[in-house]
């Protein structure tokens, strides 16, 4: 992964990287809206997150070099225009099998695709740069979907390694081949996995990250490289919920345009946050403790808290 100079002041730095280790998308917008965070600076501060540590996790195989000048289009068209969704200058990576058209390659991980691209954005990366998401970057995959053998550990690839779960690198399960522990360990506000079975929920649960699973045929496969045609959909992986919705809403525009495994249905009801009953559940907390393996913190990995 090349080298990237951060210019950005120690000062400044200190303070939003402690801001950002809790910071959801509303969280984040809200800062861009007070003029004191710009998605320029959002996406420096998660480029050296992952400079800092992708080298033992191997999530983020591939940058996009043209992220940052991304961030700086989009903080200008916001200060003239205003922002065009909740999505506006979010950093989000996507699955290395979701096609985009630009420098990055995809390659469903596999040596034999390594100089690939795409000459068309995958439908789903298209609703996500219409929304005004900035594409990060691609992660890690297990390579083609774990459909080459069935002894191959979830989370390799030939191209990037073994992805590991920032819990417990070495030691824990990173779950299916989306992986996962991009999100984990906050290397973007969001990020895009696919699922044939168990590739979303299965990195969710032990990624301890929330990975949304809807039914087929909610958002377009189109442009993305298949295991089973018939099941395969792009899907949300982030640290909230709320987020999740967020993301569903952007990603479910595609449904409107006829395109595989998107249905036919109206595509104009896209806000899913309106669906949350803050009512639901008062105030409820979990603790979860890593399992007992040699050398990792006994303390509990993570710690659920739900209040209205």
Partial sequence: ??????????????????????????????????????????VSLYLERIHTFNPL??????????????????DSERKETGPRS???????????NIGTAD????SARSLALAASTAAADAA?????????????????????????????????SSRGGLTLNPYGP???????????SAVAANLAAAAVGTETSGSIVGPASQNCIVGLKPGAGVVSSAGMIPAIGSQDTAR?????????AILLGA?????SRGLPQADNRSSSNTDYTGYFDAGRVKSASYSGGRLNRKGLNPEPCYRLRVSP
Avoid at 86 to 96: N, Q, R, W
Avoid at 129 to 153: C, D, F
Avoid at 236 to 244: E, I, K, L, N
Avoid at 251 to 255: A, D, V
Wanted: net charge negative.
């Fill in 1 to 42: 992964m090349e080298q990237l100079e951060f210019n950005i002041p120690q000062e400044d730095r200190a303070k939003w990287h402690e801001w950002l280790i809790e910071a959801d998308i509303c969280g984040m917008q809200t800062e861009m809206e007070r003029g004191g965070l710009t998605a320029e600076l959002l």
């Fill in 57 to 74: 996790l191997k999530a983020v195989l591939e940058l996009n070099s043209d992220a940052r000048e991304l961030a700086r289009q989009l």
């Fill in 86 to 96: 909740m999505l506006h200058g979010i950093p989000v990576l996507l699955k290395d």
């Fill in 103 to 106: 420098k990055l390659h995809t």
């Fill in 124 to 156: 789903v990366a298209g609703s996500l740069r219409q929304a005004g998401a900035v594409i990060l970057g691609k992660t890690n995959m297990t390579e083609w979907a774990n459909y080459m053998s069935s002894s191959m550990w979830a989370g390799y």
């Fill in 170 to 180: 070495g030691e824990l399960f990173v779950g299916g081949s989306s992986s996962g």
């Fill in 236 to 244: 949300p992986m982030t640290r909230s919920v709320r987020d999740a």
């Fill in 251 to 255: 990603m479910r525009t595609s449904g």
